[in-house]
Nanobody, 112 residues
Framework: QVQLVESGGGLVQAGESLRLSCAASRSIFNIGTMGWYRQAPGKQRELVATITRAERTNYADSVKGRFTISRDNAKNTVHLQMNSLKPDDTAVYYC??????WGQGTQVSVSS
């Protein structure tokens, strides 16, 4: 089992940046793929970005060119750098480890 704790959310204006972090309670190298997902009010949870153990990345079309996912296996952390934020990015952002472990989420709110 693994516990995940997200941090770095907040309220920003459109065009600004935020960096989310996800700290895992054990080795993420052994877990494999890590990901960020988000859920806006009244909508289903959706994939934002994933990164494999080999650091291959995948992004939702809506965030390509603006968001960057990275991992630090030595520190058991995963980051999501979010630039040029838009009001449509407003959501609770969740960290996912492997296929079954989720964090509690961190709120990101972007005002216009």
């Amino acid at each position: 089992q693994v516990q995940l704790v997200e941090s770095g959310g907040g309220l920003v204006q459109a065009g600004e940046s935020l960096r989310l972090s996800c700290a895992a309670s054990r080795s993420i190298f052994n877990i494999g793929t890590m990901g960020w997902y988000r859920q806006a009010p009244g909508k289903q949870r959706e994939l934002v970005a994933t990164i494999t153990r080999a650091e291959r990345t995948n992004y939702a079309d809506s965030v390509k060119g603006r968001f960057t996912i990275s991992r630090d296996n030595a520190k058991n952390t995963v980051h999501l750098q979010m630039n040029s934020l838009k009001p449509d990015d407003t959501a609770v952002y969740y960290c996912k480890a492997g296929t079954e472990y989720w964090g509690q989420g961190t709120q990101v709110s972007v005002s216009s």
